[in-house]
């Protein structure tokens, strides 16, 4: 069984940034997906990004592009976001999780293993 654990999460002020890590058990972590969502208080949880199980394909959502990227490193069963230019918007609790093999990766049901969260607060 997989299991994530995020970490990176803090405060920070409008325009900065913050790099988000996923550290995932099990020796199999380069054979799916992996994607970042996130919740705020009274919203439904949300998808950010993905990437594939090579790292060769990313995903985004429309807010987030060119602000964000994900990228994995294989070796150290590690997913990444590095999240540049913050807004208050961005705020919420950022979840990693495992995605099915070929699945669309920007939707809920497309992941069956979830980390616990880390927390994300922009001020402006």
């Known amino acids: 069984q997989v299991h994530l654990v995020e970490s990176g999460g803090g405060l920070v002020q409008a325009g900065g940034s913050l790099r988000l890590s996923c550290a995932a058990s099990g020796r199999t972590f380069s054979n799916y997906p992996m994607g970042w969502f996130r919740q705020a208080p009274g919203k439904e949880r949300e998808f950010v990004a993905a990437?594939?199980?090579?790292?060769?394909?990313?995903y985004y959502t429309d807010s987030v592009k060119g602000r964000f990227t994900v990228s994995r490193g294989n070796a150290k069963n590690t997913v990444y976001l590095q999240m540049n230019s913050l807004k208050p918007e961005d705020t919420a609790v950022y979840y990693c999780?495992?995605?099915?093999?070929?699945?669309?990766?920007?939707?809920?049901?497309?992941?069956?293993?979830w980390g616990q969260g880390t927390q994300v607060t922009v001020s402006s």
């Open positions: 990437v594939s199980a090579s790292g060769g394909s990313t």
């Open positions: 999780a495992k995605g099915r093999p070929g699945m669309v990766l920007t939707t809920i049901r497309s992941y069956d293993v």
